[in-house]
């Protein structure tokens, strides 16, 4: 059964890191393209990044520079690395599996990030 | 950027009743990379369609999309309570994917 559980979410203040993560199993995370999406309080979905198979990366306009995905293969795990972070990056962070021909198939629960002083 | 639109914001319906909504997007996408999504509160978004007209694995066949190019629709063909949500259309054969900003089935 597929599972995707993140976690590391919590309250920051701004100019803050934070890591997410989002372990997976069910699947081999690095031979899966992997996203995260987020979702402001009372929002719609924001697309953030996407890691694929090969490791090519792409992110949102709005996180570029500040946010990096990755993976760690022996953990079957995928993370986002939040640097800079704003108020505006407040939201409820998904990681969701991606699946060329079908789309975003599995979620996670999210976990939320809240950046405030 | 590939912007999507989806009309209309919020649909009052009552159960039993027939749902369509719209998803149009900026510039023409490819259908095999269109995708439909409906959330509940306090859940995650769950895939109902993708290949803009395949309905995704446990998906009752109340749920049918259709559509190509610019135009997608999302048909509820009877609501059930448990349709009552958020539904979302997403694009993701171009970055940065896109999310339209969601149509709301809420009861009548």
């Known amino acids: 059964e597929v599972q995707l559980v993140e976690t590391g979410g919590g309250l920051i203040q701004p100019g803050g890191s934070l890591r997410l993560s989002c372990a997976a199993s069910?699947?081999?995370?690095?031979?899966?393209?992997m996203s995260w999406v987020r979702q402001a309080p009372g929002k719609g979905l924001e697309w953030v990044s996407v890691?694929?198979?090969?490791?090519?990366?792409y992110y949102a306009d709005s996180v570029k520079g500040r946010f990096t995905i990755s993976r760690d293969i022996s953990k079957n795990t995928l993370y986002l690395q939040m640097n800079s972070l704003r108020a505006e990056d407040t939201a409820v962070y998904y990681c969701?599996?991606?699946?060329?021909?079908?789309?975003?198939?599995?979620w996670g629960q999210g976990t939320l990030v809240t950046v405030s002083s | 950027e590939i912007v999507l639109t989806q009309s209309p914001g919020t649909l009052s319906l009552s159960p039993g009743e027939r749902a369509t909504l719209s998803c149009r997007a900026s510039?023409?996408?490819?259908?095999?990379?269109l995708a439909w999504y409906h959330q509940k509160p306090g859940q995650a978004p769950r895939l109902l369609i993708y290949?803009?007209?395949s309905r995704a694995t446990g998906i009752p066949d109340r749920f049918s999309g259709s559509g190509s190019g610019t135009d997608f629709t999302l048909t509820i063909s009877r609501l059930e309570p448990e349709d009552f949500a958020v539904y979302y259309c997403?694009?993701?054969?171009?970055?940065?994917?896109?999310f339209g900003p969601g149509t709301t089935v809420d009861v009548k």
């Open positions: 069910g699947f081999i995370v690095s031979s899966k393209y």
């Open positions: 290949g803009a007209s």
């Open positions: 997403q694009q993701f054969g171009y970055s940065p994917f896109t």
């Open positions: 510039q023409s996408v490819s259908s095999s990379y």
């Open positions: 890691i694929y198979s090969g490791s090519s990366t």
């Open positions: 969701a599996r991606l699946t060329a021909t079908t789309g975003f198939d599995y």
